[in-house]
């Protein structure tokens, strides 16, 4: 069986691997900033006042907490997979994943607004709760990660349209999921996509090189 990666053999002069290097270290950052103000923003907004929300108070509360956690670590899993096998994705995906999470942690340490009173939020009886609040934690509202993360995969991967399309309808879907769980609020759904694009628009500013090396061109940003 031939090597999968022997199609890009030639891509990682020395230049690339710095920046993928860079890259990594960009990610590792996101994560101690992650590790360090989730908690924080989680602990005020767990023992905040809850806020009205026209949505909510007007949808049913649908126990969907197996989606919301099993189908976003699948979700994550198949981020990773895709950008591993596609190099000329896997440089700049890197850095705007990096970027993305370290925005919504500082998002999320700023306003501590409680749980909206009826919920299905995951709990340590679910199966798989532990590893899912590795990476994400309860009161973390704005922005929605579950909206915003596969929306993120979209513009990454907007000149492949089968999968632009799975990442988009996965953003819209999963933005449902937790509204209808009550677990976000609409304002933390809505929000999601402007802010995500925001950083996704400046994380290809701030690394135009490996921007340019993403096939296609991305709606309102420069090929």
């Known amino acids: 069986m031939k090597n999968p990666f022997w199609r890009y053999k030639g891509f990682w002069p020395p230049e690339r691997k710095r920046s993928m290097y860079l890259g990594i270290v960009l990610l ?12 924080f923003g989680s602990r005020h907004a767990m023992t905040a006042a809850p806020a009205g929300d026209i949505f909510l108070d007007n949808l049913p509360v649908v126990n969907l907490t197996g989606v919301i956690v099993f189908w976003t670590l699948a979700l994550w899993v198949l981020a990773w997979c895709l950008l591993v096998t596609r190099p000329q994705y896997l440089i700049f995906g890197t850095k705007a994943i990096a970027v993305y999470i370290m925005c919504r942690a500082f998002f999320v340490s700023l306003t501590h607004i409680g749980p ?3 919920n299905f939020s995951p709990s340590p009886e679910n199966i798989g709760f532990h590893f899912y609040q590795l990476w994400t934690y309860q009161g973390n509202f704005f922005f929605s990660g579950h909206t915003a993360f596969p929306f993120l995969m979209a513009l990454i991967f907007w000149d492949e ?3 632009r399309r799975f990442f988009l309808f996965l953003s819209f879907f999963f933005g449902l999921t937790v509204l209808l769980a009550h ?3 609409s304002i933390d759904v809505f929000a999601a996509p402007f802010i995500t694009y925001a950083t996704f628009v400046a994380t290809a500013r701030m690394f135009h090189d490996d921007y340019k090396l993403l096939p296609g061109e991305r709606p309102g940003l420069p090929a």
């Open 161 to 163: 349209k089968i999968w």
């Open 116 to 118: 909206y009173p009826i």
């Open 183 to 185: 677990v976000h609020y």
């Open 28 to 39: 590792v950052l996101a994560i101690i900033v992650q590790f360090t103000l989730g908690p």
